[in-house]
């Protein structure tokens, strides 16, 4: 049956923000690996301030005294096209929240006595990017700490829709999920396109090399030159599959479900021959990557610990939800 529900239930939806927050610990059964509502040493926010968008984000500090010394979190900003936009030092306090504007990025520190925030070094504008911030809390001895949630939003202002969800935490000190948990795949929910006003599915490629965690900015000759490539299907809400074309992207990809949706140069997800006429899920399937030799070989499974993270944000009007995608395990659905 075809979903048709287009203000009422999406409205009613409207203040659910699907989250996905990670674990405590990164390596115990792949069911545990990725876990909701849980402080993250890590978290991975998507921002877009192109022309008629508007972006923030928002971290707060959930405890932890190490004597009354701050968590210092490490913002970076890489570009959709893995270009290192800039990176600044945030200092939070034991209860401490901060909202960043990607437009005028600046470290900061807070002093006790007097207790103020004071802003440290230079302002940056991001304005005409678009990619993902990963911040990352580090304790007074530098070792990194599960303390930190955090939020996000996106507005179109040119046409007056907007989504937002929590940050994902992807790891609690530094090491990323199991990726035996995308061994069945990534099912990314969509409502009808047909009843959307905007749609922006934005696939993560994240990978840790012992240090901080950063994208996936190895490119592939085997994928044309891409850093990550899935094959990609949608089910409609009969349970009818299709597949549709490969997805490949260099750090992280945005991209509307069908064309009628996409921005003007933007591609999308659906070809113009295929309609999804019902709500239903994209699911993404054995993503590779490169490896170190110049083959590819699955996300994760080569020379260094790798993830996949994917959102949807869509709108019906003014109503905005971000729907994350949803591991399979090892299921061979």
């Not at 849980?38 to 508007?54: E, K, N, Y």
């Not at 599959?241 to 490969?246: E, L, Q």
Request: net charge negative; with cysteine.
């Amino acid at each position: 049956m075809v979903w048709k529900a287009r203000i009422g239930a999406v409205a009613a939806l409207a203040t659910l923000l699907l989250v996905m927050t990670s674990h405590a610990d990164a390596r115990t059964t792949a069911a545990a690996d990725v876990r909701y509502l849980q402080a993250a040493g890590v978290l991975v926010m998507p921002f877009d301030v192109t022309s008629g968008r508007v972006s923030f984000q928002i971290v707060s500090r959930m405890g932890g005294s190490f004597g009354g010394l701050p968590v210092r979190t490490h913002w970076v900003y890489y570009a959709a096209d893995c270009r290192h936009l800039a990176d600044v030092f945030i200092s939070l306090t034991a209860l401490d929240t901060v909202v960043v504007d990607p437009t005028h990025l600046q470290g900061q520190t807070q002093t006790q006595d007097p207790l103020e925030n004071h802003p440290e070094g230079p302002t940056v504008d991001l304005s005409g990017e678009r990619g993902v911030v990963i911040v990352t809390a580090f304790d007074p001895a530098g070792a990194i700490v599960p303390q930190i949630v955090g939020g996000w939003t996106i507005a179109n202002a040119a046409i007056g829709t907007s989504f937002g969800g929590d940050a994902i935490g992807v790891s609690s000190d530094g090491s990323l999920p199991d990726p035996a948990v995308l061994a069945g795949g990534i099912r990314v929910p969509t409502f009808n396109p047909a009843t959307l006003t905007s749609s922006q599915i934005i696939m993560i490629g994240l990978e840790s090399d012992g240090g901080e965690v950063h994208p996936i900015t190895r490119p592939s000759a085997a994928l044309r030159g891409a850093h990550v490539c899935c094959s990609a299907s949608v089910t409609d809400n009969l349970e009818v599959t299709a597949s549709v074309p490969d997805v490949c992207f260099d750090c992280v990809e945005f991209t509307a479900i069908t064309p009628e949706l996409a921005d003007v140069g933007e591609h999308a997800l659906l070809p113009d021959t295929l309609a999804l006429a019902s709500v239903g899920f994209v699911r993404l399937s054995s993503c590779q990557s490169a490896t170190g030799g110049g083959g590819t070989a699955l996300v994760g499974t080569g020379d260094a610990e790798q993830f996949l993270v994917v959102l949807h944000g869509q709108s019906v009007g003014p109503f905005g939800v971000v729907v994350t995608g949803k591991y399979s395990g090892a299921s061979a659905f």
